[in-house]
């Protein structure tokens, strides 16, 4: 899987949008992008996923750059329990049975 | 949406014993479970992948001999971490990926293994 390059951490206040980047220049045409979350102590969940559109769904929108070489990650309202990591995936179409590889991901501290 | 249990969430066991942890998915059926360690302040790493009834692959530095992945049917994996030493204390995380829904990974809770 194509690599992504993510901010170690970064804050946000209580009730503010929040919009975490990533790149992945090396993209491939077939590779979609992947977002999940970790929550302290748990394992990882599902956020988003897109290929060219920007998408939108009831946890958070994904905006993805018109050359697709990178992507930005949008909690319209940071909430407390939004404080977790975030990780940025990329997955080819045709090797998306493999396991999720994780790289760091960025660690949001939400302050209230 | 599709449920991965884990059991149990923690536990504290004495260096060389042995401790089995379950993976279950809970309204789906799973024919590929995978398994993922995790030291603090670390990311996940993938241990291994099994599919129901075959042998599991683990990946590149994992001893097979020390940790026995089962994947007897299309809802329970197990792993067992045999003779535990401290360095084997971390968090244990599994996945699921089914058959009807597409490739999409499903994770369980996690299991913090504690070795004393």
């Known amino acids: 899987d194509a690599k992504t390059t993510q901010p170690n951490s970064m804050e946000s206040n209580e009730e503010e949008p929040v919009h975490l980047p990533c790149n992945h220049s090396t993209i491939s045409g077939t590779d979609y992008i992947h977002w999940y979350r970790q929550l302290p102590s748990q394992g990882p969940e599902y956020v988003i996923h897109?290929?060219?559109s920007n998408v939108n769904n009831r946890m958070a929108s994904l905006a993805i750059a018109e050359d697709r070489k990178s992507s930005t990650l949008i909690l319209h309202r940071a909430t407390l329990r939004d404080a977790a990591v975030y990780y940025c995936?990329?997955?080819?179409?045709?090797?998306?049975?493999?396991?999720?590889?994780f790289g760091s991901g960025t660690r949001l501290q939400v302050q209230p | 949406g599709a449920v991965v249990s884990q059991h149990p969430s923690r536990v504290i066991c004495k260096s060389g014993t042995s401790v089995k942890i379950e993976c279950r998915s809970l309204?789906?059926?799973?024919?590929?479970m995978f398994w993922y360690r995790q030291f603090p302040k670390q990311s996940l790493m993938l241990m291994a992948t099994s599919n129901e009834g075959s042998k599991a692959t683990y990946e590149q530095g994992v001893e097979k001999d020390k940790f026995l992945i089962n994947h007897a049917s299309l809802t329970l994996s197990t792993l067992t971490v045999t003779s535990a030493h401290p360095e084997d204390s971390s968090f244990y995380i599994c996945s699921a990926r089914g058959t009807s829904r597409s490739n999409e990974q499903f994770f369980g809770p996690g299991t913090r293994l504690t070795v004393l």
């Open positions: 995936i990329l997955r080819d179409i045709d090797t998306g049975r493999r396991a999720l590889t």
């Open positions: 309204d789906f059926q799973a024919t590929t």
């Open positions: 897109g290929l060219t």
